[in-house]
């Protein structure tokens, strides 16, 4: 096993755990919402997408802990957790059949050409915002049930007051029982400046960091939700390095305990046709994709698509460019589909990842 500068557990019953929020995501396609009449329905959130990734297309054993509500939303995101291959760990809410508390519902069409997607919310009493310290045993998830490796995010954090603090009670759990701790710091000022601004961002954010081995997020996500100077180095272009190298070298010197940064590159020239890199650093070196042309279908998951990548190839003790590789694969190929989560094969991501091509598969 290359030397990642943290150690992984060889042997589990869980691979990869997750700590975050369901959502489900109205798709009406290339149509905007104003003119929509009909939409698909994907059930997603940022930790669940990596778990499912690793499940489906990589076949490891994940889980996830999470709310649940009983309502029919709740039995429908709860049979597609089923479906990914996702063990569920619920923490059950009621719900009062009028006001909720409910499972977030995320809106986002896909948008076409020059016309770009949009997104918006409503997590009015969101189910996962009440989750707080005490409502999972982690010693038991992380002890008994042999946790390999532990994931969480910036959004889930930016929830609420008591999120953010789950998330850090949980990191300390994992340390204690040797699992290896990732964080997506996927920073998002409008959640955060609903009850505490950038402030008490970096507060949380900060103390979940000092617990983490791996971190994932760019320049932007470093600076904002870190509170780390900018950039020294002038980008020539999105699919430049030189920035992000920059910045997270400043970054694990204020968090030391980091041993590995991870994002993905894109240049946007169109809503269908994105220009895709990665790049990752682990324990001192730097390791960059190759670049390849998408016609994207749909955007949303190829960040997470990547993690999961990178994720599974550290994983499985592979060296650290060819964990990259394959996490910049299985992104490219991820905003081939519909949806947010993988349909994707580990044989399609390891032939691409390899320099395959889209000649036809017979």
Same mark, same amino acid.
């Given at each position: ?44 959130? /940022? =930790?669940?997408? @990596?778990? #499912?990734?690793? !499940? ?6 994940? &889980? ?99 999120? /953010? =603090?789950?998330? @850090?009670? #949980?990191?300390? !759990? ?6 290896? &701790? ?181």
């Amino acid at each position: 096993m290359s030397n990642y500068g943290f150690t992984i557990k060889k042997e589990g019953s869980i691979d990869f755990l997750s700590l975050g929020a369901l959502v489900h995501r109205l798709d009406p396609g290339i149509i905007p919402f104003r003119k929509a009449s009909h939409c698909d329905i994907h059930v997603s959130g /940022g =930790e669940f997408n @990596v778990a #499912a990734n690793l !499940a489906d297309c990589f076949q490891l054993k994940t &889980a996830i802990t999470t709310a649940m509500v009983n309502y029919p939303i709740g039995d429908l995101i709860s049979e597609r957790v089923r479906a990914m291959g996702v063990k569920p760990i619920y923490r059950h809410f009621k719900h009062d059949g009028v006001r909720g508390p409910n499972l977030a519902t995320v809106y986002s069409d896909r948008g076409q050409g020059v016309r770009a997607p949009v997104v918006f919310y409503n997590r009015s009493n969101e189910a996962a915002g009440q989750l707080k310290k005490g409502d999972f045993n982690w010693d038991e998830i992380f002890g008994q049930q042999g946790v390999r490796w532990f994931h969480s995010g910036g959004i889930f954090a930016a929830l609420s007051e008591t999120t /953010g =603090e789950l998330i @850090v009670e #949980a990191m300390k !759990a994992a340390k204690k029982h040797g699992v290896v &701790a990732s964080f997506d710091l996927n920073y998002r000022a409008k959640l955060w400046e609903i009850w505490g601004g950038n402030q008490k961002a970096l507060d949380v954010l900060g103390r979940i960091v000092e617990n983490v081995d791996v971190l994932v997020g760019n320049e932007e996500d470093l600076q904002k939700g870190l509170g780390i100077e900018g950039q020294d180095v002038e980008s020539k272009s999105k699919l430049d390095p030189a920035a992000f190298i920059a910045i997270l070298e400043k970054a694990v010197q204020k968090f030391p305990n980091v041993k590995a940064v991870a994002t993905t590159l894109r240049e946007v020239h169109s809503t269908n046709r994105h220009t895709w890199g990665a790049v990752a650093w682990v324990n001192g070196k730097t390791y960059l994709s190759p670049f390849c042309e998408l016609d994207v279908v749909d955007r949303v998951g190829g960040g997470d698509g990547y993690a999961a990548g990178f994720i599974y190839g550290l994983l499985s003790g592979l060296e650290e460019q060819e964990a990259v590789n394959l996490g910049w694969a299985h992104g490219a190929l991820l905003t081939t589909f519909p949806g947010d989560t993988t349909m994707a094969t580990v044989d399609q991501v390891k032939a691409f990842a390899k320099g395959g091509s889209a000649r036809i598969q017979r």
